[in-house]
């Protein structure tokens, strides 16, 4: 079956970057996410790649996209206290395909 | 746009109690909605899969009867846990998408459900 996995904890200090990394074994993956979950809150989606592209950044997050070693890793700019949360990387395959989650990556962000 | 709304987002219910959860679209009008459930500090698994007017496609180990699923319109879809146990306390999200094969998928806050 699919499988997402993703490192579950990252501490980080205020102003260095994070990156966060997840790597995913469906080949077919064509959509790739990152979503931000704070404590009893929804998931939000931060960003998400396409799998024709390598790199895409938008403000402070950067993803790249290792389709040969079907890596994606997501890199905070200038981490803020407000970053921290739970990040889950996701996959679909295809349009009507369904999303598989990661178990999420715990990021705590220390002044 | 593109916002989700659920209610309620906690509930405490007693056991052998059954207790609904609204999930709405509040800009858009969703042709497919997704319930998930998510463990404490674990990822969200997919409970079902509901397109408007048609019945919900459940995943493997769900209880259908259990777990009812509404999709009524396109901008409301219910959960409905029945005859509720400890064991279904969950927080349970909801996600929506425009179309059936939309590559774009926005969750809902979440319901605390919490059965004593």
């Known amino acids: 079956g699919e499988d997402v996995e993703q490192s579950l904890f990252l501490s980080v200090r205020e102003g260095d970057s994070s990156v966060i990394n997840c790597t995913y074994t469906?080949?077919?993956?064509?959509?790739l996410y990152w979503y931000k979950q704070e404590p009893g809150a929804g998931l939000q989606l931060l960003t998400y790649?396409?799998?024709?592209?390598d790199m895409k950044q938008d403000q402070r997050l950067t993803v790249l996209l290792n389709k040969k070693d079907k890596h994606l890793s997501l890199r905070i700019a200038d981490t803020q206290t407000g970053d921290s949360a739970i990040y889950f990387c996701a996959e679909k395959a295809d349009s009507w395909g369904k999303f598989q989650f990661g178990a999420g990556t715990q990021v705590v962000v220390t002044p | 746009g593109a916002v989700v709304s659920q209610h309620p987002s906690w509930v405490i219910c007693k056991s052998g109690t059954s207790v609904k959860i609204e999930c709405r679209s509040l800009?858009?009008?969703?042709?497919?909605m997704f319930w998930y459930r998510q463990f404490p500090k674990q990822s969200l698994m997919l409970m079902a899969t509901?397109?408007?007017?048609?019945?919900?496609?459940?995943e493997q180990g769900v209880e259908k009867d259990k777990f009812l699923i509404n999709h009524a319109s396109l901008t409301l879809s219910t959960l409905t846990v029945t005859s509720a146990h400890p064991e279904d306390s969950s927080f349970y999200i909801c996600?929506?998408?425009?179309?059936?094969?939309?590559?774009?998928?926005?969750f809902g806050p979440g319901t605390r459900l919490t059965v004593t």
């Open positions: 509901s397109n408007e007017g048609s019945k919900a496609t459940y």
């Open positions: 790649i396409f799998s024709n592209m």
């Open positions: 996600s929506a998408t425009r179309t059936s094969a939309s590559y774009e998928q926005y």
């Open positions: 469906d080949s077919s993956s064509t959509y």
């Open positions: 800009d858009f009008q969703a042709t497919t």
